[in-house]
């Protein structure tokens, strides 16, 4: 794929502090050359994993799930990693917001997904200053 075509793929905290969490102290050593082949895919437009919903605020984006297996533990996909992604195809980018692992955790919820959502559009979206704001000046 042509460079300028190319999807920029960022990493929420969420997703940093997870992966890190696994490859330290549970010695999961593969899951960091599985995300950048993860990355490398999202970046030449390559949408894997399963659609889970849509929204048009406050930009329109897609969410999606993805299931890797974890050979660090020997498990397939099933009892392996979950990532969660946003894709906002205005801007361009995707955004990692989660990993976890299944035998840890069953899932995460709706409420959870839709925070680190918000989180990122409130941190990404531009400062406007409002008529109120203007008023002390």
């Not at 659609?51 to 799930?65: D, L, M, T």
Request: charged share 35%; proline share 5%.
């Amino acid at each position: 794929m042509n460079k300028d075509k190319q999807l920029n793929v960022v990493f929420l905290s969420e997703f940093d502090k997870e992966l890190e969490r696994f490859v330290r102290k549970k010695k999961f050593k593969k899951l960091p050359a599985q995300v950048d082949e993860l990355e490398k895919q999202l970046q030449d437009g390559k949408i894997p994993g399963k659609f889970i919903r849509r929204a048009e605020e406050p930009e329109p984006y897609e969410v999606y799930k993805l299931r890797l297996p974890n050979p660090d533990a020997n498990a397939g996909k099933s009892d392996g990693y979950r990532i969660y992604y946003l894709v906002v195809t205005a801007w361009r980018i995707i955004v990692l917001m989660t990993v976890y692992y299944k035998k840890e955790q069953e899932t995460v919820s709706d409420a959870y997904i839709d925070g680190l959502i918000d989180g990122f559009f409130f941190d990404a979206m531009p400062y406007e200053e409002t008529d109120e704001q203007n008023l002390d000046n």
